[in-house]
């Protein structure tokens, strides 16, 4: 069996800890420099040779940094004949970037795939893309874990006796049916359209959310602006309580303050993206232990799907 080899980027430290920890292995010692013009240099201090590396780093703020930070040490890694360079992806920013919805914008998505593909990566462990088809932008295996788990084992312990969960969108209602089956719930979904970055409308609600607890679960909360939206929406149409939950909490943008402020019970999140700010209503449950098996397995050559199956 070949060493396991893990490095984490800058991007969240506290979270690589975490992973290494549950897998009971060292972290790897990254020296990362600056130059005078503002080139990186990354150096991986651990010999790679014929070991099995993965690279943590989520795509979170700021991204081009962590990105640049991930594409250099995968570069690092193969160019040390590391026997195989996985990157594990928490949170993959550029999945929003999934289609030519524009004249003459580029489909971010795929490029940073296939950048991460150039610079060496051999297989992505990651969670929660934004749109299952974005799992297709890679010519690589992609491991693609969901939170839908841990998130359910958190609102299994509220009173779910009159609880409907309701997805932002129809794009998401999958994964909101996935999510209310796990917890025996009906779902709902919103019928979004975005405008813009700081811009969404959502003209209906496609079932019954009268008189009912409200869970919304999307797959991450930027600006705050689709949960906004869609509180105005539910409070119009007689909503009784409404908590809020995603993969995701990246809270652009003083998103969670403001939401925090709002008539909402919970925020519910995990920790894919490091969070500066805390509140009494923000629950940030940790994937770490989901990642760390996963990486197990893949190291192992054992099944992952059949872990994390919806
Ligand atoms: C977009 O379609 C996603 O599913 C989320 O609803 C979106 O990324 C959330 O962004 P924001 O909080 O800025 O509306």
Redesign the pocket.
Known sequence: MREIAVFGGSSHPELTAEICAHLRVPQRPVLLKRFANDCLEVQLQSNCRERDVFIIQSLVRPVQENLVELLLMADAARGASAARVNAVIPHYAYA?SDKKDAPRISIGGRLVADLLVTAGVDRVLTLNL?SPQVHGFFSVPVDHLHALRELAGHFRQRDLSNAVVVS??L??AKSAAAFARRLGLPVAAGA?E?VS??E?HITAIIGDVAGHDVIIL??????????FELLDRLREQGARSIAVACTHG?F?DN?LDKLAASDVTEIVCTNTAPLEAEHPKLTVLSVAPALAEAIRRIHDGESVSSLFDH
């Open positions: 929003r934004h932002p969108d794009g998401y979004k975005r970055d700081s969404v999307d797959d991450e909360i930027s600006r705050g602006t689709t949960v990246l652009a998103a």
